[in-house]
Nanobody, 117 residues
Framework: QVQLVESGGGLVQAGGSLRLSCAAS????????MGWYRQAPGKQRELVATITDGGTTNYADSAKGRFTISRDNAKNTVYLQMNSLKPEDTAVYYC???????????WGQGTQVTVSS
């Protein structure tokens, strides 16, 4: 079982930046994707960005041009750099790990991001 531990959430003013980190508790196998999803109050969880261990990225339209996902495979860690934050980015952000071609899917406990106007 892999545990994902997130950090870096908090309160920031609109236009500000935050960097989220998510570390896996142990080494993870190849052919995986790590990423970030978010869930605002009263809304469904939605994709923010994902990155495979080969470096292929995928972004939600709302994240393109403002957020950057990256990872350090040696540290089993994924990052999300969020710039030009907007109040509508306020949500709980969840880290995700899934093994490609399988049903194995893991979630972190979530970290709150609040953007004030």
């Amino acid at each position: 079982q892999v545990q994902l531990v997130e950090s870096g959430g908090g309160l920031v003013q609109a236009g500000g930046s935050l960097r989220l980190s998510c570390a896996a508790s142990r080494s993870i196998f190849r052919l995986n994707a790590m990423g970030w999803y978010r869930q605002a109050p009263g809304k469904q969880r939605e994709l923010v960005a994902t990155i495979t261990d080969g470096g292929t990225t995928n972004y939600a339209d709302s994240a393109k041009g403002r957020f950057t996902i990256s990872r350090d495979n040696a540290k089993n860690t994924v990052y999300l750099q969020m710039n030009s934050l907007k109040p509508e980015d306020t949500a709980v952000y969840y880290c995700n790990l899934r093994y490609l071609g399988t049903s194995s899917n893991y979630w972190g406990q979530g970290t709150q991001v609040t953007v004030s106007s």
